[in-house]
């Protein structure tokens, strides 16, 4: 990955003639939300299908929303260039390595794919632009095998049709609870992967920008900049078994705490990129509870992992309704949306020391507790009268754990535009900072930007 070539990678080299290549069967893996090699169905199915293999990854476009904000931040680039560069670690040491390539995804890998005759193995993946890309490369008469790997059970596990997905929480919980299902079992990492074809050239590098370490801000409760908090699959399983450990039994006593590296599970950034498996989180979590037995706090990891999962199935079933400003809602009031104001929320200057501090807690680390992501939005939307939307895009932008399918389902939750009967929610900015930072350490730790 360290030799650059551009801002435009160089697909073609010295290829052989269509009809030198014989029998030899090609793949490219295109690695899109599951950069891992543990637990990667798709993967393991494109190297037992090829005699030789080109795993692929695609930048995303560095392009501004339509709210003026980046969709890539700088924290979210160092970290998934550094589970880039992990991933690359892994490969190699099963003797292949990762091509980058950057531009349209759809155009990029046709390309690719009709000069090497390879079919294309990849995730599927439910989001409207990532299925979009698929559906492109498809149409272009790319031969594309596409697996749906990303949710702790399979669409012909569940105990209803997709159509009838039930569309409040609880009913879907209590539907696979009752069902007593299993997640699907995790599969190794593959021991070793087939060379690259023959005549590719190496690739981009990762762009300089992407390399350049956010400032270090020592209040953080995600400090991803030590070695035990880095990218990539080893780091991720590594705390997830260190965390279970440590903290797994007292979690729901924790969960809705502000400051610390260990009050939550911190496992989501990992699991948002695809390093770590939703799969083998659930095997290790299991396995846990064999040792150590069942606890209020392993529950509650399961009741989250749960939401996780619903949405997905969600977004799988709506797509892109979920991204309209209605959302699911139709009766659901069009949302005003005041510029100026949004600009102080992204700034932490509203001028409401609570919701300012999880600002300022956000744009200095990219991470933000569970608790104060509810607060911040709430207040965005009922108090400052800001459309949800620019509010989802300026977590998609800070956020290293930024997972499209939560973050809209979030954000329509507390807007009042997604699936609860109840409709919005709002939270009072000092009820809340008075159960859950009474004596305002948090409020004093990020007075400051």
């Not at 990762?206 to 990539?232: I, Q």
Request: aromatic share 10%.
């Amino acid at each position: 990955m360290g030799e650059g070539l551009g801002r435009r990678a160089l697909l073609l080299g010295a290829l052989p003639a269509a009809q030198g290549r014989g029998v030899m069967r090609i793949a490219i893996y295109w690695f899109r939300q599951d950069l891992r090699l543990d637990d990667n169905p798709a993967l393991c199915a494109a190297c037992a299908a090829a005699d030789a293999l080109l795993p692929v990854y695609v930048l995303p476009p560095d392009e501004d929303t339509q709210w003026g904000v980046k969709r890539l931040g700088q924290h979210r680039k160092y970290v998934l260039a550094d589970t880039l560069k992990e991933l690359d670690a892994g490969l190699r040491r099963r003797g292949s390595r990762l091509l980058l390539l950057d531009g349209d995804a759809a155009a990029c890998l046709g390309e690719l794919a009709r000069a090497l005759g390879a079919t294309v193995y990849c995730a599927a993946l439910a989001a409207p632009e990532e299925a979009q890309q698929l559906a492109h490369l498809q149409a272009a008469g790319v031969r594309v095998l596409a697996g749906w790997q990303d949710t702790l059970y399979t669409e012909s596990q569940l105990p209803f049709a997709l159509a009838d997905l039930p569309l409040v929480f609880t009913r879907f919980r209590q539907q696979l609870q009752a069902a007593a299902l299993s997640p699907v079992p995790p599969l190794p990492a593959p021991a070793a992967l087939p060379p690259w074809p023959d005549g590719v050239a190496p690739g981009r590098a990762l762009p300089a920008d992407w390399l350049m370490p956010p400032p270090p801000d020592a209040r953080s409760s995600f400090p991803y900049a030590r070695a035990d908090w880095r990218g990539g699959e080893q780091a991720a399983q590594a705390r997830v078994q260190r965390w279970l450990a440590t903290h797994g039994a007292s979690y729901k006593r924790t969960r809705n705490g502000l400051m610390g590296p260990d009050y939550a599970s911190k496992w989501s950034p990992w699991l948002a990129q695809g390093s770590l498996s939703v799969r083998r989180a659930a095997r290790l979590l299991a396995q846990h509870e064999g040792e150590q037995g069942v606890s209020e706090g392993s529950d509650w990891l399961w009741f989250e992992l749960l939401w996780r999962e619903y949405f997905r199935w969600l977004m799988r079933r709506f797509g892109r309704q979920l991204f309209l400003r209605h959302g699911l809602q139709p009766p659901c009031p069009a949302p005003g949306h005041d510029a100026e104001a949004f600009a102080r929320w992204r700034r932490g200057e509203t001028g409401e020391p609570w919701i300012d501090a999880g600002m300022r807690e956000l744009a200095a680390t990219g991470f933000l507790s569970n608790r104060m992501r509810q607060n911040v939005a709430s207040y965005l939307i009922h108090d400052l009268g800001c459309d949800w939307r620019a509010g989802a895009a300026w977590f998609e932008s800070c956020l290293i754990d930024y997972d499209v399918a939560s973050n809209q389902g979030n954000w329509l939750y507390l807007a009042g535009c997604g699936t609860d009967p109840r409709g919005s929610r709002r939270f009072n900015p000092a009820r809340q900072a008075a159960e859950y930072d009474p004596d305002g350490a948090y409020r004093a730790l990020w007075s400051t930007p």
